[in-house]
């Protein structure tokens, strides 16, 4: 089964890049041609990107380490959230606060911080505060769940990271540029693909396109959950068939045995012998933001 079709591509409007004279000459490679003062991105080389990017995240999960999902735009909240959720990976949807890979440590005490006060809302301690104590610590509590309920069960930094829009995101990007961390990100004509690992020419505006990128991210995600516990199930089945082996040996020790011929009748040697075995061109994409100069 394919990892994206083109069909699905110009549905979602993916090949629509930035006007002319907002492109960023770094991107070249990956445009396709002009059309009515627009570029088009060449959509054969976002499919083979797509692949590249996808084969990475199933070779990160599939060692142990996480995916972390960053898009802070509107057009890409909802979609970042939704699809980090279903995949069980970790998403920031809302703001990226300066240090959250290079600053783990600090990072990990608001955490535990955002823990401490939702145990507080539930196990009582409330009900012996007064209302203003009370209003503080739920002001706190919304805030850090606002920038960090995305990360909130995040125990050490991501072994890799998904990113919508490089522009928005350039803090994350270079945080994660110094340590080390892989990237894949959607780069529009006005972004700068140097130094993104696996960057994948689209359109970082529209939300079907936003919505399709996520999608497939949160794909490979599963897919490679789904190859590490077919694994576990291999392994079970092994250790079974051993079982079943060790079984036999002990069946045939025990026939084995020497047996009292003298204590069988007859009739009972001939009942046992009767017993049965037993899956053109279009001007402008009216869900994309065009901002003038």
Known sequence: MAVVTMKSLLESGVHFGHQVKRWDPRMKK?????????????????????????????????????????????????????????????????????????????????????????????????????????????????KLQKNLGGIKEMKDIPGILFVIDTRKEAIAVAEAQRMGIPIIAVVDTNCNPDGITYPIPGNDDAIRAITLFTQIIANAVIEADNEAGLKIIETLGEEDEDMEGLMSDMSMKEEDKEIDIASYSQSDTAKQEDKPDDEDDLPVDVDKVYDED
């Open 30 to 142: 990956y445009i396709f041609a002009e059309r009515n003062g627009i570029h088009i991105i060449d959509l054969q080389k976002t499919i083979q990107a797509i692949k590249d990017a996808y084969n990475a995240v199933r070779e990160t999960v599939a060692s142990g380490k996480t995916v972390l999902f960053v898009g802070t735009k509107k057009q890409a909240q909802q979609a970042v959230a939704k699809e980090a959720e279903r995949c069980g990976m970790y998403f920031i949807n809302n703001r990226w606060l300066g240090g959250m890979l290079t600053n783990f440590v600090t990072i990990k005490k608001s955490l535990l911080r955002l823990k401490k006060l939702e145990k507080m809302e539930v196990d009582g301690t409330f009900d012996n505060l007064t209302k203003k104590e009370i209003a503080s610590l739920g002001k706190e509590r919304s």
